[in-house]
Each structure stands twice: as structure tokens, then as C-alpha cells.
């Protein structure tokens, strides 16, 4: 496949690695639950029952994912045009993905728990 394709993906997860960062800092900061990262579409968040104790169990996670994606796109970027690193690559690729895996279920406790 086009390297191209796989480099859009790799900013793309970065992207998304800056915003989960953001959306961790809100939530700690502020105690505002941005939706991308923290809940169900269709979930009203006026229902929450405790907004400081969701903040304080889920920003952790989020940071967590956050600086995992960042750190996948970036190696990602790194093996693809500076220099091949297939080890590190497929190490930060089981990262990624088993990280993806418990923050899914991270916040589907935190739904049950807070909603």
C-alpha cells in the first residue's frame, strides 16, 4: 500500500493523541466532559451524578491515551520516513492497541458508574 495512506492515518492518530490531551486538561481543569473521548453520543450529561469524581477517575486514563497516541504517530511517522524501526513500530503498535482496548473499557465502567 501507498505510504501516503498509512502517513495520513499516522497524523491522523497524533491529532487525536493532541486532542485526547486537551479534552483530559478541560476535564481536569474545568470538570467539562467534552464528548469525543468521555461518553456515548446519545448520553444527556446533565444526568452525570458525580462530575468531580468522573473527572478525577477518568482524566488520568485520558491523559494516558492520550500520550499513547502521540507516542504511536510519532513512531509511526519516524519508521516511515527517517529511519526503519519495524521493532519499536509493532511494540508501540500493541501499546496502542491494547491501551484502545482498556480505556473502551475504562469508560464503559465509568458510564455505569457516573451515569
Known amino acids: 500500500m501507498d505510504n501516503s495512506i ?9 491529532g487525536c493523541g493532541i486532542y485526547a490531551l486537551y479534552s483530559a486538561f478541560v476535564l481536569q481543569r474545568e470538570g467539562k466532559i467534552i464528548r469525543t473521548f468521555l461518553v456515548l453520543k446519545d448520553t444527556d450529561l446533565d444526568s452525570c451524578k458525580d462530575l468531580q469524581g468522573y473527572a478525577n477517575y ?53 458510564m455505569k458508574k457516573f451515569f
Open 6 to 14: 498509512f502517513s495520513m492515518v499516522d497524523i491522523l492518530v497524533l
Open 58 to 110: 477518568m482524566s488520568p486514563k485520558l491523559w494516558l491515551l492520550g500520550i499513547i497516541m502521540i507516542l504511536n504517530g510519532l513512531v509511526s511517522l519516524l519508521n516511515t520516513y527517517v529511519v526503519e524501526i519495524q521493532t519499536l513500530f509493532w511494540v508501540m503498535m500493541g501499546i496502542f492497541l491494547i491501551t484502545l482496548i482498556w480505556y473502551g473499557m475504562q469508560t464503559r465502567n465509568a
